[in-house]
């Protein structure tokens, strides 16, 4: 059992733990944006993987990011080395973290990760009171000095994160979901259109065709086809993602008419988030950039099939749920399939409507 103490009435340093995955690191954004409204005196850090640290050292309510590299274990494409690899990276993440903490010590360890290695991060800070989900997986509780049950009725994500502000004494508010870019990334993104012609007068649409899971994807002649109907009505669809996207996004631009525009691994997580503002809305998967087209309040039409809308839904902006309602085995939350229909019944026409009703609409 967690030993209770008292919450300070005006917490002077919070740090949060939130490493991965880039989707729930940008559910947490609304948390710390009102905690930092809420306490404008306060400090904030925030523990993360390094690949999403851009993202938060651009955000002026955090004062400080340590980040972190530890190698994934549920990746598909995790080596058999995957466990050994993260055990070592872990071990020197936390002397890091322990030399580095011992110096800024904060008041409250806010664990929004919820696993065991997350919990041993938050003991790297020298005292304070460290907080954590009721319902942690991986022993994570035993950490904790303080436990946030979650209420049967709350499903998503981040209305999940929204209680550690309850806990605190803090509401969270609509100017709270937001996200910010570093200077100059709206001129590269602008920059970036400029070769293909595209003015500011044309209209774009963000397109994530690529997840992690293999069951999320929608054909590539699926994608092909959207890309020359909406060309047809003066929508350019611009191919959006990592550099290690781009050998699926090929299979999808050898197969259209129109000429493919194609932004994967060219403009870094930041300049994701100016794009996603320029774009009039997004299409894709539910994968990380759908959290960050909704975060920049981009309309959202995402098509689902292994994964539960309610607990991952776009959160707070105009938005679509596309999925194939006749099959039984939708939120199966398999990784892999053999016949991915709950994919493949997702008909071109019907997104090609979503996406031009929803511009219409906003």
Not at 259 to 281: C, F, H, M, N
Request: charge should be positive.
């Amino acid at each position: 059992m967690t030993k209770q103490h008292i919450l300070p009435e005006h917490p002077k340093k919070i740090l949060i733990i939130k490493q991965s995955s880039l989707g729930d690191v940008i559910h947490t954004l609304p948390v710390v944006h009102a905690l930092k409204r809420s306490f404008p005196d306060c400090s904030i850090g925030w523990i993360v993987q390094q690949a999403f640290a851009p993202l938060l050292e651009c955000d002026p309510s955090i004062d400080t990011v340590y980040p972190v590299h530890i190698s994934s274990t549920s990746d598909p494409e995790a080596s058999k080395m995957a466990y050994f690899h993260a055990l070592k990276e872990t071990l020197g993440t936390l002397k890091t973290l322990r030399s580095q903490l011992k110096q800024a010590r904060y008041d409250l360890i806010l664990d929004l990760h919820a696993s065991f290695r997350s919990g041993l991060l938050g003991w790297t800070n020298p005292g304070g009171i460290r907080i954590g989900f009721k319902d942690a997986r991986e022993l994570n509780s035993f950490f904790q000095n303080q436990l946030i049950a979650v209420p049967e009725q709350v499903k998503h994500a981040l209305d999940k994160n929204i209680l550690f502000c309850n806990h605190l004494g803090c509401s969270v508010v609509k100017e709270d979901f937001h996200m910010h870019s570093r200077k100059g990334d709206v001129e590269l993104v602008r920059t970036f259109l400029d070769t293909f012609g595209i003015t500011d007068e044309d209209i774009i649409i963000y397109a994530n065709p690529c997840a992690r899971w293999e069951s999320k994807f929608w054909p590539a002649e699926y994608w092909a086809a959207l890309a020359d109907r909406l060309h047809e009505q003066g929508l350019l669809l611009v191919f959006a993602g990592s550099a290690g996207d781009r050998n699926y996004i090929a299979k999808i631009t050898s197969q259209m008419q129109s000429k493919p525009i194609i932004a994967a691994g060219e403009l870094g997580l930041t300049g994701v988030v100016a794009l996603l503002q320029r774009s009039a809305a997004y299409v894709g998967l539910d994968s990380g950039p759908m959290h960050m087209a909704a975060m920049t309040q981009t309309p959202v039409v995402a098509l689902f099939g292994p994964t539960h809308p309610e607990r991952v839904r776009p959160y707070g902006v105009k938005h679509v749920i596309m999925r194939n309602e006749k099959l039984d085995c939708l939120e199966c939350r398999k990784r892999q399939c053999s016949h991915v229909s709950c994919m493949k019944g997702i008909k071109v026409d019907s997104i090609v409507t979503a996406v031009t009703d929803i511009i219409k609409l906003s």
